[in-house]
């Protein structure tokens, strides 16, 4: 095919792809794009999170027990969630160049292989949870009923990891391209069923059994596999911005070894953490059920307050993937630095808040009289490193969305393993500090985390990786 054809027809296949969606997202206002493009996010992730909030908020009526089980296993599901998370980030970092430089066909044949990588991982991950959900939970050290709680929920979470597999995936390909619209709209809608489904399987309600703690978990997997039918619809419809279609799919084993090349770094940075996370809740289970109870609220918490800036970080990326594509490295990193000053401007507000209302936030989960002042106290030790979110937040995902995802997971490999779980460790043991030992050590390990990210930031290393 001659040059002029090959132009000719690519900008064709871009308008009847992109149609709605075909906002260049390199062009105009830095400021006004990350906030047309960071909002939907911020919708979609804090919907996406109120999901298990809600179900913590039930879950905590029946007790310490279930809240410290559904708290203990949901961190060997995120350990899980998090690697497949990671591995779909060379998939966000691929479609987000390639749709920067206008080449939209590649960018459609990157999402058919993430479909090929989504499948293999998800099962393989799947089956081992399934098969070693009571170990794992054993290994943790936490009382037998914590773990008999904990494990009827892991294993039907994990149940449902396929469809969660494939609605991250689909997620990344609409968010990447462009598109974080669909994306909150599907959001919304499995969002609701979940609210709407979780308290009637957890107590029973209406033709419902009384399920529990396990209610919660499968109310999960109907939610996510109603989202990722969703997902599918709108992708291979022509509803987003790139059209997933499957026709000539061919394994291209090249192409999946560049997704999964650019996703194991960013894979392992996310198992790790999560892992960090396991191990940290070794230390504090000797301190008893309700030290479990309360670090699992703050957990929930936790989710709530990063949404924003994990919102941002996610546009942030996008703008600094697409502009690498169309060759404009400065608007990328000015993309960076301008998402970080609006998250810290909230990130204080919220510390604020924290500092003199701790107690009514932890009332919102539990009214339990020796909870409150235990998980008030963890929030309060917290804001030391939830000050400095956005440092993190926006600059790890602008790094790792161009597709430098190697620095980022050294980074995070030595904030948890070097810092967090040795200080975890000591703060207990030789300075009186109890339990709350362990919840300092997290808190320095983030500042020490977030200050890494502005210095390699900086270098601009990041803006030559190639992908």
């Not at 959001?187 to 009384?210: C, K, M, T």
């Not at 400065?330 to 107690?359: K, M």
Request: hydrophobic share 55%; proline share 4%.
């Amino acid at each position: 095919m001659k040059q002029r054809d090959f132009e000719l027809e690519m900008a064709a296949g871009r308008g009847m792809a992109f149609g709605r969606y075909g906002r260049d997202w390199t062009k105009g206002p830095i400021l006004k794009n990350l906030f047309a493009l960071s909002w939907p996010m911020i919708v979609a992730n804090s919907v996406n999170m109120l999901g298990p909030t809600v179900d913590m908020i039930w879950v905590g009526k029946l007790g310490p027990t279930a809240i410290a089980g559904v708290g203990v296993a949901g961190i060997a599901i995120m350990l899980v969630q998090s690697g497949l998370m990671g591995l779909f980030q060379g998939l966000r970092a691929m479609v987000a160049r390639y749709v920067g430089a206008g080449d939209e066909r590649e960018a459609n044949h990157v999402a058919q292989q993430a479909v090929v990588v989504g499948a293999a991982s998800s099962i393989f991950l799947a089956a081992v949870g399934i098969f070693f959900s009571e170990p794992i939970l054993h290994l943790v050290g936490v009382a037998p009923d914590v773990a008999a709680e904990g494990a009827a929920y892991m294993r039907i979470q994990f149940i449902g990891m396929v469809a969660m597999s494939f609605r991250m995936m689909t997620d990344g390909v609409m968010q990447a391209s462009g598109d974080a619209m669909t994306p909150m709209k599907i959001a919304v809608v499995f969002r609701v069923l979940h609210i709407a489904l979780s308290p009637a399987l957890i107590f029973g309600w209406w033709i419902f059994p009384r399920l529990e703690v396990t209610g919660a978990a499968v109310t999960n997997v109907v939610s996510q596999s109603a989202g990722t039918a969703l997902s599918f619809w709108f992708l291979m419809s022509g509803r987003s911005r790139l059209r997933l279609t499957f026709k000539k799919l061919r394994v291209d084993l090249g192409m999946i070894w560049r997704i999964v090349r650019i996703g194991i770094p960013a894979s392992i940075m996310g198992m790790q953490m999560n892992l960090g996370q396991f191990v940290l809740m070794w230390f504090i289970a000797p301190f008893g059920t309700m030290a479990v109870a309360a670090h699992t609220l703050n957990q929930r918490v936790e989710m709530i307050l990063f949404m924003p800036a994990w919102g941002l970080g996610m546009a942030a990326g996008v703008l600094a993937g697409q502009n690498l594509g169309a060759r404009q490295p400065e608007r990328a990193e000015r993309s960076g630095w301008l998402g970080t000053a609006l998250v810290e401007g909230f990130a204080f507000l919220c510390c604020a808040v924290i500092l003199l209302w701790a107690e009514f936030i932890v009332d919102v989960f539990s009214t339990d009289p020796q909870l409150v002042p235990v998980a008030a106290t963890f929030l309060r030790i917290g804001t030391a490193g939830y000050a400095l979110m956005g440092l993190s937040g926006v600059l790890q995902q602008c790094i790792t969305g161009a597709g430098d995802t190697v620095l980022p997971m050294a980074l995070s490999l030595g904030v948890v393993w070097l810092v967090q779980i040795p200080l975890a460790w000591a703060l207990p043991k030789y300075t009186g500090l109890g339990v709350y030992g362990v919840r300092w050590a997290i808190a320095a390990g983030a500042v020490l985390g977030a200050l890494a990210y502005v210095v390699y930031f900086r270098t601009g290393r990041w803006k030559l990786k190639q992908v």
